[in-house]
């Protein structure tokens, strides 16, 4: 047995192993760092056993040269190693883990099966703390100056896991600033922070000792309330934060791309995907430390920009798939075959796999079953294909995880056997089974006999049911003329695309058009001039301004959408839409904004700092307000940009007037990433900081100053424990971003959702941040969340990439499980009229009259117009009452 | 699908089928995945649906729903385990609230033979103007809704007990107080209205009423 890297090297695994239970591909293969037959020639023992004789020592390295157009460089990051450090006593405190061994001791599939568990005695530790900013802003030779972005989210979620896991867990965070910047972020923070047993104590925490019996640890923290304290805690995880890709000097020699001083892909201002060597593009966290959603937009937009280099190429290397013609079963009585899954250990250490087999052998209709160890690896896939083919099957039931991965990769195992994929239903006994009652086996395998039985029931009335092609039309129409709108426009344009980019205002730029200056030196209106300049110029890009969307209509490929405009009326037929109509700002009706004029907006100040306004420049003191109108009860989340606009506009006024005594007020300074080296800058420059809280918000008055009219700012400093009083020249407030006031309708006219605080909602957070539920239409910018320039510019070209992606279609493919009404029930009620939201059902004249009728393009498959219908002629394909019905008799 | 597609005859076939308890999860409120806000009308379902169970005299927290995103495995737990306690304590179907096999069995059959009939009722008569969790309670708390719900269904439910057990043999008005422990002048009164339509006749030389 060797030590396990997968799991941190917390637990063992053999020398032939498969990297991990969810690994793509999903091969066994023999590490040669601890092959004892690769090292030293001796053993062989694996050869010997495997019948398949599948095991060959002679191969060898193969060295592959491949011509490329183009190179996306996607390495990741290397989480930062405590060791390097002695402080933490990592490695040699056996209770000091990293956050990442944590995250293995939370996992199923982790070194004890899920239990969280103490190296030093095995035991479940009760009291655990959490150190943040571990290796990050800080200065010290050996850490990382800037934030790792991802921590404070991250160790919010392993507190919510360790108390799944354990409802009367203790945790501690010792903590920084919290910098829950991220969507619906601020309120995972409350969900954390209102937890039983939770405690964030705001406070620099170091490891003073092991206690040599218990092996318990003890940390030194202070509080401005008590002092300085110590306290013990069965483990300490230390929040690791975000390195470089290890190697990164040599993988940037090799590709001849320059690196920035923290040793990540050095960014061009204007397009963060681009390295400095053309034709080599970046995604991921190698832009420098950033988390899912981020990643993803950088995937898709690295993809994008690909494309408009190779987009003359496409389609050359693809090869179209060819299935077997589809065997007619609908007349045979259903021949079930049940394939049960060990995934791994993941059910079949919970769920007496066999005896599942052997009970699924008995119910009605089942004429074959077995095991597979992964059903969803290759050989295992094709083997129900085969056996399908074999048995002569018609109806399959993989009895494993969540249809939501997999189910796709099932159908299509029934497609490769001539069945028609709507034949294939699938038990889930790992997220409803498994994984919940992992501690009740006995009852486990009772519950996946019953899942199964339910199955069973259901296939027996499935139904073989036709997806359709739609024809695509290839034109994108982006509403939206922002730095989001253009530059996801540019992309698709230039990969061979008409599009459409709809302006409500007179002129193109959005936001962009108030801002001057960014963090990184990027001059805004210079670059803002010039895109908007290659908007005009570019031949398939048709741009309306002064416009409003009058209607839309359609579907995925085939929307039709009217637009007023300085044009006049234009009827638009467009196959996908771009959502990027961008944020407003909030108008606060606080610090006396709107009663004095000396008070601003933050982005009003960099306008008077671009315009050189010299009452503003010249001004002794001022003061910046952070965190106005959000974070509050109104409006419940962060709007990730302020701090950073705050600390930009602080560092301008330094530079064009030294003495100026800049303040600034705030909650958490959230410049994340490597923003942080500014955030210092600032500090270093004088700039003050001083922090507050909601529940004592600092107080404006206008007075007078020795004659000196001026901004009278008083705040409780939190660490001195008494009152300021400031006197300020002028005032900024970082007000909120906010939904734009477009986006009601807009959601309305596309049949796309928004989430709690109104701003655009996706259709996965993570995994799918450009797109929406409803396919074809995608989403960009500050529309989705407010997000800073080069942030905008990744997502905006991660749109452009998924717009592509359908564009470069001539079909779609359209669900088969749509309703379908039967006209001789049907009474002509009209209540699934009026139950359908998206407008899928019509009346259709007939010789009877009046009889309902179902779009199948825009039926989305909710069904709820079935609970409508009194005579029940409406149904939803592949959820029928039969088929449901059925069902629930099987559960008893 | 959509939770907004649990129908009144799934929930009252569990039951039928012996279920002590049913369950219905759906996505959090005002957070619909599709733009349908389902959730809302599965919502008025389980309320509609408590009512019914009130009325033919099963304890209403059999039936529970609970709103929840993907995300949310340990609320999903949590309720779970709650709702399997609480109806552990209530106890097996009927039995508890002292209705005999077939009195539950005529009874259930009686409120799915209605299906049809109440997705009319709730249509024309039952539907909250506001969508709001809080708006539903209230309405299906009003005197209003009991009125509609005494008028629309309640009658309409203790007559399709009454032909059920009619079509099976004829029974005198004793016998049917009994069987669905009613009181028998409410008994007397449907069946002096059923007679009126025409559902129902009294056959004098058995004494008994018969379907018509």
Same mark, same amino acid.
């Given at each position: 047995?060797?030590?396990?890297?997968?799991?941190?090297?917390?637990?063992?695994?053999?020398?032939?192993?498969?990297?991990?239970?969810?690994?793509?591909?999903?091969?066994?293969?023999?590490?040669?760092?601890?092959?004892?037959?690769?090292?030293?020639?001796?053993?062989?023992?694996?050869?010997?056993?495997?019948?398949?004789?599948?095991?060959?020592?002679?191969?060898?390295?193969?060295?592959?040269?491949?011509?490329?157009?183009?190179?996306?460089?996607?390495?990741?990051?290397?989480?930062?190693?405590?060791?390097?450090?002695?402080?933490?006593?990592?490695?040699?405190?056996?209770?000091?883990?990293?956050?990442?061994?944590?995250?293995?001791?939370?996992?199923?599939?982790?070194?004890?099966?899920?239990?969280?568990?103490?190296?030093?005695?095995?035991?479940?530790?009760?009291?655990?703390?959490?150190?943040?900013?571990?290796?990050?802003?800080?200065?010290?030779?050996?850490?990382?100056?800037?934030?790792?972005?991802?921590?404070?989210?991250?160790?919010?979620?392993?507190?919510?896991?360790?108390?799944?896991?354990?409802?009367?867990?203790?945790?501690?965070?010792?903590?920084?600033?919290?910098?829950?910047?991220?969507?619906?972020?601020?309120?995972?923070?409350?969900?954390?922070?209102?937890?039983?047993?939770?405690?964030?104590?705001?406070?620099?925490?170091?490891?003073?000792?092991?206690?040599?019996?218990?092996?318990?640890?003890?940390?030194?923290?202070?509080?401005?309330?008590?002092?300085?304290?110590?306290?013990?805690?069965?483990?300490?995880?230390?929040?690791?934060?975000?390195?470089?890709?290890?190697?990164?000097?040599?993988?940037?020699?090799?590709?001849?791309?320059?690196?920035?001083?923290?040793?990540?892909?050095?960014?061009?201002?204007?397009?963060?995907?681009?390295?400095?060597?053309?034709?080599?593009?970046?995604?991921?966290?190698?832009?420098?430390?950033?988390?899912?959603?981020?990643?993803?937009?950088?995937?898709?937009?690295?993809?994008?920009?690909?494309?408009?280099?190779?987009?003359?190429?496409?389609?050359?290397?693809?090869?179209?798939?060819?299935?077997?013609?589809?065997?007619?079963?609908?007349?045979?009585?259903?021949?079930?075959?049940?394939?049960?899954?060990?995934?791994?250990?993941?059910?079949?250490?919970?769920?007496?796999?066999?005896?599942?087999?052997?009970?699924?052998?008995?119910?009605?209709?089942?004429?074959?079953?077995?095991?597979?160890?992964?059903?969803?690896?290759?050989?295992?896939?094709?083997?129900?294909?085969?056996?399908?083919?074999?048995?002569?099957?018609?109806?399959?039931?993989?009895?494993?995880?969540?249809?939501?991965?997999?189910?796709?990769?099932?159908?299509?195992?029934?497609?490769?056997?001539?069945?028609?994929?709507?034949?294939?239903?699938?038990?889930?006994?790992?997220?409803?089974?498994?994984?919940?009652?992992?501690?009740?086996?006995?009852?486990?395998?009772?519950?996946?006999?019953?899942?199964?039985?339910?199955?069973?029931?259901?296939?027996?009335?499935?139904?073989?049911?036709?997806?359709?092609?739609?024809?695509?039309?290839?034109?994108?129409?982006?509403?939206?003329?922002?730095?989001?709108?253009?530059?996801?426009?540019?992309?698709?344009?230039?990969?061979?695309?008409?599009?459409?980019?709809?302006?409500?205002?007179?002129?193109?730029?959005?936001?962009?058009?108030?801002?001057?200056?960014?963090?990184?030196?990027?001059?805004?209106?210079?670059?803002?001039?010039?895109?908007?300049?290659?908007?005009?110029?570019?031949?398939?890009?048709?741009?309306?301004?002064?416009?409003?969307?009058?209607?839309?209509?359609?579907?995925?490929?085939?929307?039709?959408?009217?637009?007023?405009?300085?044009?006049?009326?234009?009827?638009?037929?467009?196959?996908?839409?771009?959502?990027?109509?961008?944020?407003?700002?909030?108008?606060?009706?606080?610090?006396?904004?709107?009663?004095?004029?000396?008070?601003?907006?933050?982005?009003?100040?960099?306008?008077?700092?671009?315009? *050189?306004?010299?009452? &503003? !420049?010249? #001004?002794?003191? %001022?003061?910046?307000?952070?965190? +106005?109108?959000?974070?509050?009860?109104? @409006?419940?989340?962060?709007?990730?940009?302020?701090?950073?606009?705050?600390?930009?506009?602080?560092?301008?006024?330094?530079?064009?007037?030294?003495?100026?005594?800049?303040?600034?007020?705030?909650?958490?300074?959230?410049?994340?990433?490597?923003?942080?080296?500014?955030?210092?800058?600032?500090?270093?420059?004088?700039?003050?900081?001083?922090?507050?809280?909601?529940?004592?918000?600092?107080?404006?008055?206008?007075?007078?100053?020795?004659?000196?009219?001026?901004?009278?700012?008083?705040?409780?400093?939190?660490?001195? *424990?008494?009152?300021? &009083? !400031?006197? #300020?020249?002028? %005032?900024?407030?970082?007000?909120? +971003?906010?939904?734009?006031?477009?986006? @009601?309708?807009?959601?309305?006219?596309?049949?796309?959702?928004?989430?709690?605080?109104?701003?655009?909602?996706?259709?996965?957070?993570?995994?799918?941040?450009?797109?929406?539920?409803?396919?074809?239409?995608?989403?960009?910018?500050?529309?989705?969340?407010?997000?800073?320039?080069?942030?905008?510019?990744?997502?905006?070209?991660?749109?452009?990439?998924?717009?592509?992606?359908?564009?470069?279609?001539?079909?779609?493919?359209?669900?088969?499980?749509?309703?379908?009404?039967?006209?001789?029930?049907?009474?002509?009620? *009209?209540?699934?009229?009026?139950?359908?939201?998206?407008?899928?059902?019509?009346?259709?004249?007939?010789?009877?009259?009046?009889?309902? @009728?179902?779009?199948?393009?825009?039926?989305?498959?909710?069904?709820?117009?079935?609970?409508?219908?009194?005579?029940?002629?409406?149904?939803?394909?592949?959820?029928?009452?039969?088929?449901?019905?059925?069902?629930?008799?099987?559960?008893? | 699908?959509?939770?907004?597609?649990?129908?009144?005859?799934?929930?009252?076939?569990?039951?039928?089928?012996?279920?002590?308890?049913?369950?219905?999860?759906?996505?959090?409120?005002?957070?619909?995945?599709?733009?349908?806000?389902?959730?809302?009308?599965?919502?008025?379902?389980?309320?509609?649906?408590?009512?019914?169970?009130?009325?033919?005299?099963?304890?209403?927290?059999?039936?529970?729903?609970?709103?929840?995103?993907?995300?949310?495995?340990?609320?999903?737990?949590?309720?779970?385990?709650?709702?399997?306690?609480?109806?552990?304590?209530?106890?097996?179907?009927?039995?508890?609230?002292?209705?005999?096999?077939?009195?539950?069995?005529?009874?259930?059959?009686?409120?799915?033979?209605?299906?049809?009939?109440?997705?009319?009722?709730?249509?024309?008569?039952?539907?909250?103007?506001?969508?709001?969790?809080?708006?539903?309670?209230?309405?299906?708390?009003?005197?209003?809704?009991?009125?509609?719900?005494?008028?629309?269904?309640?009658?309409?439910?203790?007559?399709?007990?009454?032909?059920?057990?009619?079509?099976?043999?004829?029974?005198?008005?004793?016998?049917?107080?009994?069987?669905?422990?009613?009181?028998?002048?409410?008994?007397?009164?449907?069946?002096?209205?059923?007679?009126?339509?025409?559902?129902?006749?009294?056959?004098?030389?058995?004494?008994?009423?018969?379907?018509?």
């Amino acid at each position: 047995m060797v030590p396990d890297p997968f799991n941190q090297d917390i637990s063992a695994n053999k020398a032939v192993h498969i990297y991990f239970s969810q690994a793509v591909p999903l091969i066994t293969y023999i590490d040669p760092e601890s092959c004892l037959y690769l090292k030293e020639k001796k053993c062989l023992i694996c050869q010997g056993v495997c019948k398949n004789d599948a095991i060959d020592f002679n191969q060898t390295e193969e060295k592959v040269e491949v011509n490329v157009g183009a190179i996306i460089l996607s390495p990741g990051l290397e989480p930062f190693d405590p060791k390097v450090r002695n402080e933490y006593g990592y490695g040699k405190m056996q209770n000091v883990v990293t956050s990442m061994d944590y995250e293995r001791l939370l996992c199923a599939t982790g070194p004890y099966e899920g239990e969280i568990r103490r190296a030093s005695d095995q035991k479940h530790p009760h009291k655990i703390a959490w150190i943040q900013c571990v290796g990050s802003r800080r200065v010290t030779p050996g850490d990382n100056r800037y934030c790792s972005s991802v921590c404070c989210t991250y160790t919010q979620k392993q507190v919510i896991l360790t108390k799944d896991h354990d409802p009367e867990a203790e945790c501690t965070i010792f903590h920084n600033d919290i910098r829950s910047y991220g969507k619906d972020f601020e309120r995972y923070y409350q969900k954390t922070e209102q937890l039983p047993g939770i405690r964030f104590i705001r406070s620099y925490a170091s490891i003073v000792s092991e206690n040599p019996e218990s092996k318990n640890v003890t940390i030194r923290y202070a509080t401005t309330g008590d002092g300085v304290k110590e306290e013990d805690f069965d483990m300490v995880v230390l929040s690791v934060g975000l390195n470089p890709p290890a190697d990164f000097k040599n993988l940037a020699s090799k590709f001849g791309i320059e690196l920035n001083e923290h040793g990540f892909c050095k960014a061009i201002p204007y397009n963060p995907m681009e390295t400095t060597r053309p034709g080599i593009f970046v995604s991921g966290a190698f832009q420098g430390p950033s988390d899912i959603p981020e990643s993803v937009f950088t995937a898709s937009g690295a993809g994008s920009q690909c494309g408009e280099l190779l987009s003359y190429r496409r389609g050359e290397l693809a090869e179209e798939r060819i299935y077997p013609p589809e065997r007619d079963v609908s007349q045979e009585e259903p021949r079930i075959g049940v394939f049960v899954c060990h995934c791994g250990a993941n059910i079949g250490r919970v769920v007496n796999v066999p005896s599942t087999v052997e009970y699924t052998l008995t119910l009605p209709h089942v004429v074959y079953a077995q095991e597979q160890l992964f059903s969803c690896a290759t050989n295992c896939a094709k083997e129900i294909t085969d056996v399908t083919k074999e048995k002569g099957l018609n109806r399959v039931v993989v009895a494993a995880c969540s249809p939501r991965t997999l189910e796709p990769l099932f159908r299509d195992t029934l497609r490769e056997a001539g069945i028609n994929p709507y034949y294939y239903e699938m038990a889930n006994i790992r997220e409803h089974n498994s994984w919940v009652h992992s501690k009740e086996k006995e009852e486990a395998t009772q519950k996946a006999k019953d899942i199964i039985r339910m199955s069973v029931a259901r296939a027996c009335h499935l139904e073989p049911l036709q997806e359709f092609d739609l024809p695509v039309d290839k034109t994108a129409l982006v509403v939206g003329g922002g730095l989001a709108g253009m530059t996801c426009a540019l992309s698709i344009a230039n990969q061979g695309h008409e599009v459409h980019l709809v302006e409500k205002e007179p002129d193109l730029g959005g936001t962009a058009r108030k801002l001057h200056y960014t963090l990184e030196g990027l001059d805004v209106q210079a670059y803002l001039g010039d895109l908007i300049r290659r908007v005009y110029q570019h031949p398939r890009i048709h741009v309306y301004t002064d416009a409003i969307i009058s209607d839309a209509s359609g579907y995925v490929g085939n929307f039709v959408t009217r637009v007023k405009s300085e044009r006049g009326l234009t009827v638009i037929k467009h196959g996908a839409a771009v959502i990027a109509v961008g944020a407003d700002v909030y108008k606060p009706t606080e610090y006396l904004y709107g009663k004095d004029d000396r008070v601003m907006t933050h982005l009003e100040l960099e306008e008077q700092i671009a315009k *050189g306004n010299e009452k &503003v !420049i010249k #001004a002794e003191s %001022l003061v910046m307000i952070q965190c +106005v109108g959000c974070r509050n009860e109104d @409006r419940n989340y962060c709007s990730r940009i302020c701090c950073s606009v705050s600390i930009k506009n602080a560092l301008k006024l330094k530079e064009l007037n030294p003495r100026m005594d800049i303040t600034i007020l705030f909650r958490d300074m959230r410049t994340y990433g490597f923003k942080e080296d500014y955030y210092r800058e600032a500090s270093e420059k004088d700039v003050k900081f001083i922090r507050y809280t909601p529940e004592d918000k600092p107080q404006v008055e206008a007075d007078q100053e020795e004659g000196r009219p001026v901004l009278r700012i008083s705040v409780t400093d939190l660490i001195l *424990g008494k009152r300021l &009083v !400031i006197d #300020a020249d002028y %005032l900024a407030l970082a007000a909120a +971003v906010i939904p734009s006031a477009t986006t @009601r309708e807009i959601a309305g006219f596309f049949k796309v959702t928004l989430s709690l605080d109104g701003f655009f909602k996706e259709a996965h957070v993570k995994l799918r941040p450009v797109e929406f539920g409803t396919d074809g239409v995608y989403l960009c910018g500050m529309a989705h969340y407010p997000k800073l320039m080069p942030e905008t510019i990744n997502q905006a070209y991660g749109a452009a990439g998924r717009v592509i992606t359908l564009l470069s279609h001539d079909t779609v493919i359209a669900s088969g499980s749509v309703c379908e009404v039967d006209e001789n029930k049907c009474i002509s009620c *009209g209540a699934c009229i009026t139950a359908c939201t998206y407008g899928a059902i019509y009346f259709f004249d007939t010789l009877e009259g009046k009889k309902a @009728r179902v779009n199948p393009v825009l039926c989305k498959g909710d069904g709820l117009c079935n609970t409508k219908c009194a005579t029940g002629a409406i149904q939803l394909k592949h959820y029928t009452d039969e088929e449901i019905l059925d069902q629930i008799d099987a559960a008893a | 699908m959509c939770s907004g597609r649990v129908d009144l005859e799934f929930v009252f076939r569990a039951f039928s089928k012996g279920m002590d308890g049913v369950f219905i999860g759906g996505c959090r409120l005002n957070e619909c995945n599709y733009i349908t806000h389902g959730n809302y009308h599965a919502l008025s379902l389980v309320l509609l649906g408590k009512k019914i169970l009130e009325q033919i005299g099963l304890n209403p927290e059999r039936l529970r729903i609970a709103f929840m995103s993907a995300g949310e495995g340990n609320l999903f737990a949590e309720v779970t385990n709650d709702f399997v306690k609480k109806v552990k304590e209530i106890g097996p179907l009927g039995q508890n609230e002292g209705l005999d096999e077939q009195a539950l069995k005529v009874k259930l059959e009686a409120v799915t033979k209605l299906v049809p009939y109440i997705r009319l009722v709730e249509r024309e008569r039952l539907r909250v103007p506001v969508q709001s969790e809080e708006a539903y309670h209230k309405f299906f708390k009003s005197d209003e809704l009991n009125k509609l719900f005494n008028e629309t269904i309640a009658d309409k439910m203790v007559i399709s007990q009454i032909m059920l057990l009619l079509r099976e043999r004829p029974r005198s008005t004793g016998e049917l107080t009994e069987i669905l422990g009613l009181n028998p002048s409410e008994v007397s009164r449907h069946l002096n209205s059923s007679s009126r339509q025409g559902f129902v006749r009294y056959d004098e030389g058995r004494q008994r009423f018969v379907p018509a």
